[in-house]
Structure formats: structure tokens, C-alpha cells
């Protein structure tokens, strides 16, 4: 039940812009998950070219935002590019205006952040307030144009990333476009539940020698963890979807070739490659299409609240979340777990044999998958579950604050994927009453 706290639900983009070699590269700031809760979705185990635990249900339309910040120009093209997967994909990105309430997805242009994504349905484990997906405008910028301006005004080297800041002030919109689609259909491949080519098995033999950390260091600013993580962890478990390893797909990093023991090396790719319109198309096939080989998943979507309240008759706490399961050809076993955490959102330890989960004092449900099913909990009169904590068995609890976690983990026997986090979310903290006697 030990979980490896790690800032997943992040996979940073590589590659240097053409440009960018001319700048020092922004420190990648990669979003740490919310580690108070001790258990974050961990995605190590399903590394490979798609995350299938996490894609979102095929026909879908995602409503996308953007986060205060960023040109008209520059959210323009971010579009554009996106919606190069809906030409091959059963999903629609639609874009709100950045007031929307809900959205599923949420950009954040800004200078320093790195670009980085949530995958997949994972996007649904972050506040609404809190972005899924950022894009580093410096990136974007038509470094060869800048830098040009630079050497004209007779400024000597080193050239900084304040230099170009400078230069975009006074003449802004130089932009480089292939880099900029490179970037948003890489990062949006993410936010489809793509995942990074170059994890596929045995595909790239790194040479895993100090220079290699020491370069991603300089170039990333990452520290040997997430070098580990972001460059060489491959799932030894883990979904190809029956494709086969593809140098030429847009979720490649960029290799070079001392970074490996034979001298391979990839270029940047700058398009959808056909094995990721074929992946895609069977992630999320299009109705009527045949011959499409459709991938088994199960999708938790539609998570619209989880409701706790105390009901002193039966002396505990209900409590009630609201999502729709689905599931296809896939048959397992789901949990549905509700852990209890004090106000700061650490968890109540426990040695209990049944209100314990992983330690931690909990109750649960599990659930039989049913392949081709849907259910919708808690939304209407059909679908009730709730999960039931008995305070009475723990009195300490009465009076204080706590935060109830729910999480619903998959047990994917037939694949050999154990105890894979399909969802996860927290309430704020609430008051238990005192008890009266
Ligand atoms: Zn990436």
C-alpha cells in the first residue's frame, strides 16, 4: 500500500528550442503535489506511451481556460495547435472565456514555469483555481530574431534571459511557430493521457553518468529525482496498446547522442506522427469507425462533489461522493476509499482491523466492475453509495476538525496493475460536533 510521493501528475517537456541555447534555459518549477495527504497519484508503474487509467471517457468535451495572463496572440496559437487532436481523437477541446466556472482544463502562460502537464484525468485531482498545464512563453519567443536585435545594440555575451525579456518588451510578437506547435500538441498529448516515447521498454539505452545529470541540471534545473523520473523511468509494467516504439512521435524527447551508450539520438519532432493518430484514434475511437482497435479503460468523470455529513442517530459520518464510473471491455475491481485526515490534512493512524487503510484510519467499499457498464453515483435516485465512518468507535474524533479523502483505486489483475489511483480529492476541513452524553 506504499505509495512513492513524487510530483506526477507533472512530465516535463524536453528538448531545447533551437533558439534557446543562446539563453540560459528557465528552471523547470515543477507543481509539487499535495504531499500533506501522503499519497498522491502515482503513475511510475504505468509509464509508457499511454497512461490508460487515466484518459478521459471517448466522446468527451473538455472545457479548457486559460489562467489570468498571456497575449491574445500567443493563447491564439495555443488553440490552433491544440486542436490538431480533435482531428484525430473522439474529443472536443472547448475553450471558455477565463471566467468560466468549471473547466476540466486550465493553461497558465508564463514566463519560468517550464512546460508541464497534468495527464489525464489526473487534471481532475487539482483545485479549479489551480492550473493543468503550463507553457513557458520565453520558449515560444523567435530566439534567432531577438538575439539578432541583441548583437546589434553591440552587447557582448553572455546573453541572458532578462536580454530577451528586454527585447520582446520593446518589440513584441516574434514568435517561433514550429516550436510553439512542437510544444502545445506534446503538452496537450499529455493532458490526453499520453505518455513520454522514449519510456517505451528497452527503447533508449541511457548512459546514466553524472554528465547526463549535470546537463539536465544545467539545461533543466533538475535535480537527479527528477532526471530519474522524467528521463529514464520506464514502466516495466505498463500499456503499449499493441504499438509499437515510435522515434517520430510527438511525446519523443529530444536525445542526444552521447546521452546514450550506442550513439542514438532523436531529433524534435515538430507533428503528430501516424502512431500517434493511431494511438489517439483508439484511446478515444470515433463512433462508426471500424477496424479501430479500441483500448480496454475504465473512466471515473463527472466528479461533482463529495458530500460528508454527521448523522448522530447511526453515530458516524456519511459520506457521499458524486461521479460517473465507466467502463468498457474492462473487467477489475475498484475501492472506493474515504480516509480520514485532521485539519492539516494528515492522516489518522490506525493499527484497526477494519476501519484501516494502508495505516491510515479509513473506510471503504469495493466494487466489482461490470465491463461495458455505467453508473453514476450519487446523482439521482438509482445510483446511492455512500461509505459510512463510525465516530463512535473512535470518541477522540468528536469536537474536532477533520478533512475526509476520497480516493478510488483499480485493481487491473488481468494486466497486473495493482492498486492504480483513478481519483482523488479532499473536502476542506469540517467540524465534528462535541459529543453529547
Ligand atoms: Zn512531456
Request: overall charge positive.
Amino acid at each position: 500500500m506504499k505509495k512513492i510521493i513524487l510530483s506526477v501528475s507533472v512530465l516535463i517537456v524536453s528538448g531545447l528550442a533551437a533558439n534557446a541555447q543562446l539563453f540560459p534555459r528557465a528552471k523547470c518549477t515543477t507543481l509539487v503535489g499535495e504531499a500533506m495527504f501522503g499519497e498522491r497519484p502515482d503513475t511510475v508503474k504505468s509509464r509508457g506511451m499511454a497512461d490508460n487509467y487515466h484518459t478521459w471517457e471517448a466522446g468527451s468535451e473538455l472545457l479548457v481556460k486559460f489562467m489570468p495572463g498571456g497575449s491574445k496572440a500567443v493563447r491564439d496559437k495555443v488553440i490552433l495547435n491544440a486542436k490538431e487532436w480533435e482531428k484525430f481523437a473522439n474529443i472536443r477541446l472547448k475553450f471558455v472565456p477565463d471566467n468560466a466556472g468549471f473547466t476540466h482544463l486550465r493553461i497558465k502562460l508564463g514566463a519560468g514555469m517550464g512546460h508541464n502537464s497534468a495527464v489525464g484525468t489526473e487534471a481532475s485531482f487539482r483545485q479549479q483555481t489551480e492550473q493543468t498545464i503550463n507553457f513557458d512563453t520565453l520558449a515560444f519567443a523567435d530566439g534567432d530574431y531577438y538575439l539578432a536585435r541583441v548583437k546589434k545594440k553591440g552587447i557582448q555575451p553572455p546573453y541572458t534571459f532578462d536580454h530577451l525579456r528586454k527585447e520582446m518588451k520593446e518589440d513584441p510578437n516574434h514568435w517561433n511557430i514550429p516550436e510553439i506547435r512542437r510544444v502545445v500538441m506534446h503538452e496537450f498529448g499529455h493532458a490526453l493521457g499520453l505518455l513520454h516515447e522514449q519510456s517505451y521498454p528497452e527503447a533508449v539505452n541511457w548512459k546514466k553518468t553524472d554528465s547526463i545529470y549535470q546537463y539536465y541540471y544545467e539545461t533543466q534545473g533538475w535535480e537527479k529525482d527528477q532526471v530519474d523520473f522524467n528521463v529514464f523511468e520506464v514502466g516495466s509494467r505498463f500499456y503499449t496498446n499493441g504499438t509499437k516504439y515510435d522515434p517520430k512521435s510527438i511525446m519523443h524527447y529530444s536525445i542526444n547522442a552521447w546521452e546514450t551508450t550506442n550513439g542514438y539520438a532523436v531529433k524534435n519532432n515538430f507533428e503528430l506522427s501516424a502512431g500517434d493518430k493511431v494511438l489517439i484514434a483508439a484511446l478515444y475511437p470515433k463512433p462508426n469507425t471500424s477496424g479501430v482497435k479500441v483500448v480496454p479503460k475504465v473512466n471515473i468523470s463527472n466528479f461533482t462533489k463529495l458530500d460528508v455529513s454527521y448523522d448522530p442517530v447511526r453515530g458516524g459520518l456519511v459520506i457521499k461522493p458524486a461521479f460517473d464510473l465507466k467502463t468498457n471491455s474492462k473487467l477489475g475491481e475498484v475501492y472506493f476509499v474515504a480516509r480520514i485526515a485532521n485539519a492539516e490534512g494528515y492522516y489518522f493512524k490506525t493499527a484497526s482491523k477494519y476501519y484501516n487503510w494502508g495505516g491510515a484510519l479509513a473506510t471503504y467499499l469495493k466494487i466489482n466492475l461490470t465491463p461495458n457498464s455505467k453508473v453514476i453515483y450519487n446523482k439521482d435516485t438509482k445510483g446511492r453509495m455512500e461509505l459510512f465512518f463510525p465516530l463512535n468507535m473512535y470518541p477522540e474524533l468528536y469536537g474536532q476538525k477533520i478533512r475526509v479523502a476520497f480516493a478510488v483505486y483499480l485493481d487491473d489483475v488481468a494486466n497486473n496493475q495493482m492498486d492504480k489511483l483513478m481519483y482523488f480529492s479532499a473536502t476542506n476541513p469540517l467540524s465534528i460536533p462535541s459529543k453529547s452524553f
